[in-house]
């Protein structure tokens, strides 16, 4: 039997491309793991009526972890229309199979490391090393939204908070409320889970992004809490920004940076700000990851217009096969194809069209397998 069980997720577009070019490079350090093929993504929304089918959840819960590459997904009307005949008009609604496998597994955080590789040409700047740790259960995403405004929510909300009241004459149906959501919990465990990887990883300051001073109840929670962890971690100082602000900063100074909290938006927008500062989309690989279960992914969506043409640049996928390493205890292994990943890109001859070059999604992978 293999050490490992991993799902295996290529999903739709590009998925398939990228997730060959992964399995070069698990055929090159000979992981010892069973892929198993889990079934996601758009197909699966047009003749099931659900891009995340039952059966792939079962399959995940007899993994140990997951590689998921892309999907894709449209607005209300279109994904509709798509459904096969048989399923329409019965009330199907569309829900991102992604943000769903992050709360049924409760993988809270979403790690994004951004670091600049030498030899780049889209770096902004080639001193960065940042890792973004966003909330990835809680916040605004929680997915508690109403529209039209039920009436006994305002009745409730008027009762409780004087400033409903500038709403009183706007009718229902003119008013759409998203709640942000903070537990308590929730702030800690993300908060914890920066620090500790700050410590081990050697890194001075840990960045909590929020904005406090306007919205007091949410992100004056995550404050709080985060002061009273960093008080536990006598050598790591704890810097605290307003998300606006911090935008600023990221563009201005980068390199001050290092490890960087944030709630479920706010981490989403500033985490997108910062892989694009060390190339963007090609490069930008995220573990989302729980107390016993995780999913690591790169950040771009399906491509629909490279599909099956492997153009893309595979390196967002293999910095995400990286981070699986990291996560199964596999460290030198992970150590060894980064820096396989770190040399094709200085060396600088095998690229695809994103870095000027011509050579397609498997040359690139081919070029890093052969480093190993
Ligand atoms: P996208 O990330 O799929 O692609 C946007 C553009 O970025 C591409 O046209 C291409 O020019 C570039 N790009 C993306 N990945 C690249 C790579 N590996 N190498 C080089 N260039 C790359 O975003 P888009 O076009 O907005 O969305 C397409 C579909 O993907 C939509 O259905 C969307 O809903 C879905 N999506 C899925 C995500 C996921 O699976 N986590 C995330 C983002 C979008
Ligand atoms: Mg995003």
């Known amino acids: 039997m293999a050490k490992y069980r991993i799902a295996w997720m290529p999903g739709d577009g590009i998925g398939v491309d990228v997730m060959d070019a992964a399995r070069i490079v698990l055929d090159a350090i000979a992981l010892d793991a069973e892929f198993i093929h889990a079934d996601i993504g758009w197909e699966f929304w047009c003749t099931e009526g659900e891009p995340l089918p039952q059966r792939t959840i079962d399959t995940l819960k007899t993994c140990d972890c997951a590689l998921f590459a892309a999907i894709t997904s449209k607005p209300k009307e279109e994904a509709e229309a798509e459904l096969i005949p048989e399923l329409q008009g019965q009330g199907l609604t569309y829900r991102s199979p992604i943000v769903r496998m992050r709360q049924l597994f409760d993988l809270y955080v979403n790690l994004r490391p951004c670091k600049a590789f030498k030899g780049n040409p889209l770096n902004y700047r080639d001193d960065l090393n940042l890792v973004v740790f966003r ?6 995403y929680a997915g508690v939204e109403f529209h039209p405004l039920p009436a006994e929510v305002r009745e409730a909300l008027e009762a409780h908070s004087s400033r409903m009241a500038a709403f009183h004459d706007v009718p229902l149906e003119d008013i759409a409320l998203s709640c942000r959501i903070f537990t308590r919990r929730g702030c800690q465990r993300i908060v914890r889970r920066a620090f500790e990887y700050a410590q081990r990883h050697g890194y001075p300051t840990v960045t ?58 706010f981490g989403d927008i500033v985490s997108d700000l910062a892989a694009q500062l060390v190339g963007g989309l090609g490069f930008a690989a995220s573990g ?85």
């Open 135 to 140: 909330e990835n259960t809680q916040g605004l």
């Open 208 to 265: 909590l992004v929020e904005k406090a001073n306007v919205i007091r109840e949410t992100s004056g929670l995550m404050v709080r809490e985060a002061r009273k962890i960093a008080a536990e971690y006598s050598g790591i100082e704890l810097w605290e920004t307003n998300v606006d602000a911090m935008a600023m900063w990221l563009v201005k100074n980068p390199q001050n940076y290092g490890v960087i909290v944030s709630s479920n938006m």
């Open 288 to 372: 989302n990851i729980g107390d016993d279960f995780a999913i690591f992914e790169p950040t771009h969506g399906s491509a629909p217009k490279y599909a099956g043409q492997y153009k893309v640049n595979p390196t967002a996928m293999l910095l995400a096969v990286k981070l699986m390493l990291d996560w199964l205890g596999e460290t030198e292994t992970a150590q060894a194809l980064e820096q396989a990943i770190a040399d094709t890109i200085v060396e600088g001859k095998v690229r695809t069209y994103d870095l000027g070059g011509s050579n397609t999604t498997l040359e690139v992978a081919e070029a890093v397998a052969a480093r190993l």
